[in-house]
């Protein structure tokens, strides 16, 4: 049985792979790291990535969203060398991603009519000298204006922050 955990850890070594490795290869280096650290295991030799597949199907999204909010509070506590002329910057960008086909009956529209899967729009807004993201969402709409809104409540007052093009600012 894999837990949150050791699913949260195979997870961030698979984005943050510099080399973009499979699944088998970063199973194979989690394992050992983890025997070196100390940090239980299910069983002696790695899952088949099979496991991890299936256990990743089963992880509810939101525990990003809790994780992020959990790293910035104890980060926030240290960010004073972050900040610019006394204030929090931060900058905001979205593109459009293609998504597994069976979201195109969860409201993820298909771009065009030969088009193959449906697409949705990733906002993030991040703290620019830390590269932290602050808040980040998917949506079904193409709207970058409607989600640069939203991003707002994740801001305090005299923060800074620079859109891309899209994005409307003052």
Known sequence: MIDTLLLMLFIFRLV???NRQGYGTTIVELWAQCQCLGIPLPQAKPVAASAFC???KKLD?????TL????IAAYE???ASYHWLGRRL???DGMKINLPRPLRHADYAMP???SHYPQGLVSCLYQLKSQIPHDFEL???MSERRLAVAHLKALKPKDVVVYDRGYFSY
């Open 112 to 114: 065009s009519n030969t």
């Open 61 to 65: 999204e939101t525990v990003f969203k």
């Open 16 to 18: 943050f792979s510099k």
């Open 54 to 56: 299936t256990a990743r």
């Open 68 to 71: 992020n909010r959990r790293i």
């Open 77 to 79: 506590q240290t960010s």
């Open 90 to 92: 931060f900058a905001v």
């Open 139 to 141: 949506a079904p709409h």
